[in-house]
């Protein structure tokens, strides 16, 4: 039993946590924040790893309510953009200490109002914000799991609060879809022990569209992370747009699909892929039968929450991946667990 996989065994559990103080203690907040972002004449959303991954899906929550948003990894933001004054700055962190960020803070002091989203609340980046949106869940050991989709949880709240579309049935339905998720783990974890999906060294592509792209990026940061090998994130349709021209037999592809946009499309690709030789993992809700070497099967899950919860089969998948390496994914080895220096690999170690 690895760390790793302590920490998403009790990752359905810990989000419930994150549910639960958000829509209690943490209310007043996420309204307060809710009607910034709404008065915002500019608004952008940045965090840097698994943080920028869980705004995509986030910004796809948002623009889906007619929200533009701007969204941009936080190194990008701190070097080359101008932040009109008066923008409003959601600004994600489960340190909110990595280097990045804290510079950030001080280039917008004066200039925006910040919204942050962090797991600490006496952090730079919680002390320069405006508003603070606590997610009160448990730290990982060392990779981002629930540190990750706590992210997703708290930024989808916030934009289904910004959309006032945030009632009582919308979290109930979000209960309902962590607590299935919860059941859900042992089946995808027989499968993906069973499964020839996993190789130690072929190349892996993760392919997704809409809210799962946050998933899908997160995917292949786990794979560098965690299996300590390399892999590739894309769009459905940028990959089609000439990366097919890289395919060969035995590569590796993990979809997601989407429950409402382009599934009959992404499952003919599926289905293409494998004549070609290729292994397919399928991650989604209501997989037909024999469409992938690897299918990971959702629960039911209502409208947006998909995004929360199916990154919790690849984290499954990237522990099993470890194992086929022979590699820990306990420990980094050049990585710290906070980025304090932008210098080089080994600045300040």
Same mark, same amino acid.
């Given at each position: 039993?690895?760390?790793?996989?302590?920490?998403?065994?009790?990752?359905?559990?810990?989000?419930?946590?994150?549910?639960?103080?958000?829509?209690?203690?943490?209310?007043?907040?996420?309204?307060?924040?809710?009607?910034?972002?709404?008065?915002?004449?500019?608004?952008?959303l940045t965090g840097i790893g698994s943080s920028w991954h869980a705004g995509m899906g986030i910004a796809t929550l948002l623009e889906a309510a007619g929200c533009a948003v701007c969204v941009i990894d936080t190194s990008e933001m701190l070097h080359f953009t101008e932040t009109p004054p008066g923008s409003v700055v959601i600004a994600m962190s489960r340190s909110g200490r990595s280097t990045e960020i804290a510079q950030l803070v001080d280039k917008l002091r004066r200039r925006a109002?910040?919204?942050?989203?962090?797991?600490?609340?006496?952090?730079?980046?919680?002390?320069?914000?405006?508003?603070?949106?606590?997610?009160?869940?448990?730290?990982?050991?060392?990779?981002?799991?629930?540190?990750?989709?706590?992210? %997703?949880l708290v930024g989808g709240l916030l934009a289904r609060a910004v959309a006032r579309s945030l009632n009582g049935v919308a979290v109930r339905a979000l209960e309902e879809t962590l607590q299935a998720a919860r059941r859900t783990l042992p089946a995808?974890?027989? #499968?993906?022990?069973?499964?020839?999906?996993?190789?130690?060294?072929?190349?892996?592509?993760?392919?997704? #569209?809409?809210?799962?792209?946050?998933? %899908?990026?997160?995917?292949?940061?786990?794979?560098?992370?965690?299996?300590?090998?390399?892999?590739?994130?894309?769009?459905?349709?940028?990959?089609?747009?000439?990366?097919?021209?890289?395919?060969?037999?035995?590569?590796r592809i993990g979809l997601w699909l989407d429950p409402a946009h382009m599934r009959a499309e992404d499952l003919a690709l599926a289905a293409d892929l494998r004549k070609l030789g290729l292994k397919v993992m399928l991650i989604g809700q209501n997989l037909p039968d024999g469409a992938a070497d690897l299918a990971l099967a959702l629960p039911p899950v209502a409208q947006p929450w998909q995004f929360v919860i199916d990154i919790i089969p690849a984290q499954l998948a990237a522990e099993r991946q470890s194992h086929v390496r022979g590699v820990s994914c306990d420990d980094f080895r050049l990585c710290p667990y906070i980025v304090e220096d932008e210098g080089g690999l080994f600045a300040g170690r």
């Open positions: 039993m690895t760390k790793f996989l302590t920490d998403i065994l009790n990752e359905p559990d810990e989000l419930m946590k994150s549910l639960a103080y958000t829509m209690g203690p943490g209310q007043p907040a996420l309204e307060e924040a809710s009607s910034l972002i709404r008065s915002a004449p500019r608004l952008y109002r910040i919204v942050a989203i962090t797991n600490t609340p006496e952090s730079p980046l919680a002390r320069g914000a405006e508003v603070v949106l606590r997610m009160e869940a448990a730290f990982d050991h060392m990779v981002s799991v629930t540190m990750y989709s706590g992210l %997703c995808w974890r027989e #499968r993906i022990a069973d499964s020839g999906w996993f190789a130690a060294e072929t190349p892996v592509y993760f392919l997704a #569209r809409g809210a799962s792209l946050a998933s %899908c990026h997160e995917a292949r940061l786990l794979w560098e992370e965690a299996a300590k090998s390399p892999a590739t994130a894309m769009t459905v349709g940028g990959f089609r747009h000439g990366t097919q021209e890289m395919l060969r037999e035995g590569m």
